[in-house]
């Protein structure tokens, strides 16, 4: 048996609506890399419109906009999106928070089963089909497997 791969999913919600989340953090920091919300709503197998409607939402709870356009001005420019500090902000505090509490709750796991978690690295994992490679996490002391706890 492989050790088991530490899996959360946390967001926000004002009166059971999503507020905020993983989902709108990854398109905020794809947007953030492309420029383009619908090449960022396409590399996470959304719809540009399920995009822009997340993000909408957020903004209208929020009061802010998380995104702006720019350039355009000129002759032969094109016009880009990116995120306004809000939206740099509100992603970037989703990711701290998310952080903290998976490695508390992977120390909590440690410390209460009686076998080894892994931590879970997103960064492996391919969004659109959700496939991911579980890595095993160094700073973790290592612990005997359940089935050699119960010789």
Request: proline share 5%; charged share 25%.
């Amino acid at each position: 048996m492989d050790d088991p791969v530490l899996r959360m999913h946390m967001w926000l919600e004002v009166e059971g609506v999503t507020f905020f989340g993983l989902g709108r953090t990854l398109i905020l920091e794809r947007l953030a890399q492309c420029g383009s919300l619908q090449k960022a709503a396409r590399s996470l197998g959304i719809t540009h419109e399920a995009a822009l409607e997340k993000i909408h939402q957020t903004e209208q709870m929020f009061g802010f906009k998380l995104i702006e356009r720019v350039g355009g001005d000129k002759p032969g420019t094109s016009r880009r999106l990116r995120l306004t500090i809000f939206g740099e902000l509100l992603s970037s505090a989703y990711r701290q928070w998310s952080e903290s509490v998976e490695r508390f709750a992977l120390q909590q796991a440690m410390e209460i089963f009686p076998f080894p978690c892994r931590s879970y690295d997103a960064s492996k994992e391919d969004i659109v089909t959700g496939h991911f490679s579980p890595t095993q996490n160094s700073s973790t002391p290592s612990r005997p497997r359940l089935s050699q706890a119960h010789r």
